[in-house]
């Protein structure tokens, strides 16, 4: 990887909550190069914010370094936060300005003449298709339409990363759709990286180019997708017998041949993980026709996120946590849905 735009080593943070240390990220180490899309994948409380914010300056560390578009997270957050884009959890509603005068001001905080910063939202108001609802007040707009202004209030100083915080949760599926069109629009005209968490494995699966997955404050997997799902967990193999008696004398060959442990699903279906499930699949059909057990049903589902992350931890990220509406965040954290880098409000933090 060439100097990679996004670095960390060692980064911690531990929070004191009613005089009790709560480890909310260890040891964070992070290489992401320059144009990158990754996605943060993990539980509710997994320390996937708390691990942006402190790349974004918005929180300083407990220990640990980090670096962003060449500057120090600490030391120079000034720096980081020109280089930077942030779109937090929160969304723009509390504000009663038009959509582009709004992007106007977003300019002006950053230091941007008023033709610049105008010309840059006519281009985000067109790339984001805000354009029907430029002259409108924020208040009014849709769940969806404030994420789409939120991006582009994130990205009116051309900055070199954009850090997103769930961008898309508690939108309808068709707004999550529209929204990563825009997304994945943007990126591929600017080739800004792109460091996004989120709740949803489908998003991680089909959009990123790397997850990391994170839990209790640790990332445990780190890789492409595809990847992941092929090594850290296989295909799933469901089995039917049509009878109990059937299902007995078939169970411990499906075992042998796939080498798994066997699960009961009721009396006459088991269930089994096996990597390359498709490849097995014809054997499998032979061996249980040759020991007199032959299966009346065989479906083979591949792998998700999910089973990844089962296999690694024991639970299932949708056991976890809701990943369908949004966490509440706790008041600690109530911030600005978009960084501008006059607010250093969690400076002292
Ligand atoms: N400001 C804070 N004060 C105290 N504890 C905090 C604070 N922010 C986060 N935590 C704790 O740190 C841990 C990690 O939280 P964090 O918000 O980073 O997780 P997350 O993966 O982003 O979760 P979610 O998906 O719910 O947003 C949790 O145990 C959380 O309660």
């Given at each position: 990887m060439d100097t990679p735009i996004i670095t960390a080593r060692g980064l911690s943070k531990t929070f004191t909550v009613a005089r009790r240390p709560v480890a909310?990220?260890?040891?964070l180490d992070l290489d992401v190069a320059e144009g990158e899309l990754v996605a943060f994948l993990g539980p509710n409380g997994a320390g996937k914010s708390t691990s942006i914010r402190m790349l974004t300056t918005l929180l300083p560390a407990t220990s640990g370094t980090a670096r962003v578009a060449g500057y120090?997270?600490?030391?120079?957050r000034s720096r980081v936060r020109h280089a930077i884009g942030y779109v937090g959890?929160?969304?723009?509603?509390?504000h009663n300005q038009r959509v582009r005068d709004e992007l106007l001001s977003q300019g002006a905080f950053y230091g941007m003449t008023r033709r610049d910063a105008a010309r840059r939202a006519d281009e985000l108001i067109d790339s984001l298709d805000l354009g029907a609802l430029?002259?409108?007040?924020?208040?009014?707009?849709s769940g969806g339409q404030k994420r789409r202004l939120d991006i582009a209030l994130g990205l009116i100083h051309t900055p070199r990363v954009l850090f997103l915080d769930e961008?898309?949760?508690?939108?309808d599926p068709q707004s999550r759709a529209n929204l990563w069109e825009h997304i994945l629009e943007l990126r591929r005209k600017s080739g800004t990286t792109v460091f996004l968490t989120t709740h949803y494995l489908e998003e991680a699966d089909q959009f990123a180019e790397r997850v990391l997955i994170m839990d209790q404050g640790r990332v445990i997997a780190d890789d492409v997708a595809s990847r992941l799902k092929s090594e850290l967990a296989g295909d799933v193999i469901t089995v039917g017998f049509g009878d109990p008696a059937r299902a007995e004398t078939g169970t411990p060959v499906v075992a042998r041949l796939t080498g798994g442990d066997t699960e009961q699903v009721d009396s006459a279906t088991i269930r089994v993980t096996a990597k390359a499930g498709d490849v097995l699949l014809p054997a499998l059909v032979r061996a249980l026709d040759e020991a007199g057990a032959p299966a009346a049903r065989i479906a083979l589902r591949e792998p998700t996120l999910d089973d990844v992350f089962l296999s690694l931890t024991g639970r299932s990220l949708r056991d976890t946590g809701d990943t369908s509406s949004p966490p509440s965040p706790s008041p600690e954290s109530a911030e600005p849905a978009v960084l501008v880098p006059a607010h250093d409000r969690s400076e002292s933090r």
């Open positions: 909310a990220v260890t040891d120090d997270v600490a030391s120079e959890q929160g969304n723009s509603a509390g430029a002259g409108r007040g924020v208040m009014g707009l961008p898309s949760t508690g939108l």
